[in-house]
């Protein structure tokens, strides 16, 4: 959908928008939103798609951003955009920006420029790069995110205990290993092919969301692409306001978010847990969709029911905690392994969570 050229006094919540970046955000009304997630362009003449003159794709990684990059201009339209956000941002809100080493240093230097405060820069590696065919490089296996609030002194969200419990217990740390979105997740267009050259894996926004945002909080993401953040977000009940220029990229978010069904609200509350130590986190599980916030697990025998929590705790009546410590406390044992007490239906059966483990990344 489009907007007429006016200030959006409304919000326009869980609406995908075509249109430029910096046109809608000028229409939306100051300290409106609660977060921003930003996969900016790397390059301004398609935004999203670098060429060379002759009109042929370029590869992400190769010498030609240098060549072609008109860097002045790329700098003024990231001051454009990065100062709409500040201004939409909430005082206690943060913004979460990804690139590469194309965009993300100019990027991150311009933030400061303007006032933001730098929180944390996080190292996304990746379990599946793409191989440096031609040899002359090391493979480039990361990107980095840039995490930040609107000033040095902002009263910002951070949700340790949650980020903690998806990790098992374990602080979490600013190195996170994901595989590339591949497999069902990716988006392919009627040949095959991949509709979108740097789709996002939902494993990454939702660590990305629930470490600063609520449900009920509305979600910025003014480089829509073909909806990751949007879908995650309304997986999470949060609220979502995506900016997309690209015509087929609105039609396929749009359809992409149609088909998410929100987790319920008793899926969502998180609390503290103590570590109890596996080879894989729960929370990894949670987070790759494999085991969905709202799932409902069982014991073998089917006497006992827990749900899924978003950051991979779970609920059992008025108790919540990890695999482990749900399962021993609906047990009156001093301890339980959870990953072979806790079931879940599959094909007609009930299989232990335990073999979620092996499955392919």
Same mark, same amino acid.
């Given at each position: 959908m489009s907007l007429p050229v006016e200030v959006v006094r409304d919000l326009p919540l869980d609406q995908v928008i075509l249109g430029d970046a910096v046109r809608i955000m000028r229409m939306l009304?100051?300290?409106s939103v609660h977060c921003v997630f930003a996969d900016?362009?790397?390059? &301004?003449q398609l935004r999203g798609e670098l060429r060379r003159p002759d009109d042929s794709l370029v590869d992400g990684v190769d010498d030609d951003w240098d060549r072609f990059t008109d860097f002045a201009a790329y700098d003024a339209f990231t001051r454009e955009w990065l100062g709409e956000c500040r201004r939409l941002l909430r005082k206690d809100g943060t913004l979460w920006v990804i690139g590469t080493y194309h965009n993300i240093f100019r990027i991150g230097?311009?933030?400061q420029e303007l006032g933001f405060w730098i929180l944390n820069d996080v190292v996304w590696r990746k379990a599946n790069p793409m191989p440096n065919f031609r040899g002359r490089r090391f493979t480039n296996a990361h990107e980095t995110l840039i995490w930040a609030a609107p000033?040095?002194?902002a009263r910002y969200r951070f949700n340790y205990q949650a980020m903690k419990a998806l990790n098992d217990d374990v602080q979490m740390r600013s190195d996170w290993y994901f595989p590339l979105c591949t497999g069902p997740e990716r988006l392919r267009n009627e040949?095959? &092919?991949k509709l979108h050259p740097t789709q996002k894996p939902e494993a990454l926004l939702h660590r990305v969301l629930l470490s600063c945002t609520s449900p009920g909080d509305i979600v910025l993401d003014p480089f829509l692409g073909t909806g990751t953040t949007a879908a995650v977000a309304r997986r999470l009940s949060r609220h979502f306001i995506g900016i997309e220029r690209h015509p087929a990229y609105v039609e396929a978010a749009l359809g992409r978010v149609r088909r998410v069904r929100p987790a319920s609200a008793e899926a969502l509350t998180?609390?503290?847990t103590k570590r109890e130590a596996v080879r894989v986190p729960f929370g990894s599980l949670v987070e790759r969709g494999l085991v969905p916030a709202g799932t409902v697990l069982t014991d073998r025998m089917r006497r006992v029911q827990a749900v899924v929590v978003a950051d991979g705790t779970l609920r059992c009546g008025g108790i919540q905690g990890s695999i482990h410590q749900v399962g021993a406390a609906v047990q009156n044992a001093p301890s339980c392994n959870?990953?072979?007490f806790w079931h879940l239906e599959h094909d007609g059966a009930l299989v232990a969570i335990d073999g979620l483990r092996a499955a392919p990344a």
């Amino acid at each position: 959908m489009s907007l007429p050229v006016e200030v959006v006094r409304d919000l326009p919540l869980d609406q995908v928008i075509l249109g430029d970046a910096v046109r809608i955000m000028r229409m939306l009304p100051p300290a409106s939103v609660h977060c921003v997630f930003a996969d900016p362009p790397y390059n &301004l003449q398609l935004r999203g798609e670098l060429r060379r003159p002759d009109d042929s794709l370029v590869d992400g990684v190769d010498d030609d951003w240098d060549r072609f990059t008109d860097f002045a201009a790329y700098d003024a339209f990231t001051r454009e955009w990065l100062g709409e956000c500040r201004r939409l941002l909430r005082k206690d809100g943060t913004l979460w920006v990804i690139g590469t080493y194309h965009n993300i240093f100019r990027i991150g230097a311009i933030l400061q420029e303007l006032g933001f405060w730098i929180l944390n820069d996080v190292v996304w590696r990746k379990a599946n790069p793409m191989p440096n065919f031609r040899g002359r490089r090391f493979t480039n296996a990361h990107e980095t995110l840039i995490w930040a609030a609107p000033g040095r002194d902002a009263r910002y969200r951070f949700n340790y205990q949650a980020m903690k419990a998806l990790n098992d217990d374990v602080q979490m740390r600013s190195d996170w290993y994901f595989p590339l979105c591949t497999g069902p997740e990716r988006l392919r267009n009627e040949h095959g &092919l991949k509709l979108h050259p740097t789709q996002k894996p939902e494993a990454l926004l939702h660590r990305v969301l629930l470490s600063c945002t609520s449900p009920g909080d509305i979600v910025l993401d003014p480089f829509l692409g073909t909806g990751t953040t949007a879908a995650v977000a309304r997986r999470l009940s949060r609220h979502f306001i995506g900016i997309e220029r690209h015509p087929a990229y609105v039609e396929a978010a749009l359809g992409r978010v149609r088909r998410v069904r929100p987790a319920s609200a008793e899926a969502l509350t998180a609390t503290a847990t103590k570590r109890e130590a596996v080879r894989v986190p729960f929370g990894s599980l949670v987070e790759r969709g494999l085991v969905p916030a709202g799932t409902v697990l069982t014991d073998r025998m089917r006497r006992v029911q827990a749900v899924v929590v978003a950051d991979g705790t779970l609920r059992c009546g008025g108790i919540q905690g990890s695999i482990h410590q749900v399962g021993a406390a609906v047990q009156n044992a001093p301890s339980c392994n959870g990953w072979t007490f806790w079931h879940l239906e599959h094909d007609g059966a009930l299989v232990a969570i335990d073999g979620l483990r092996a499955a392919p990344a």
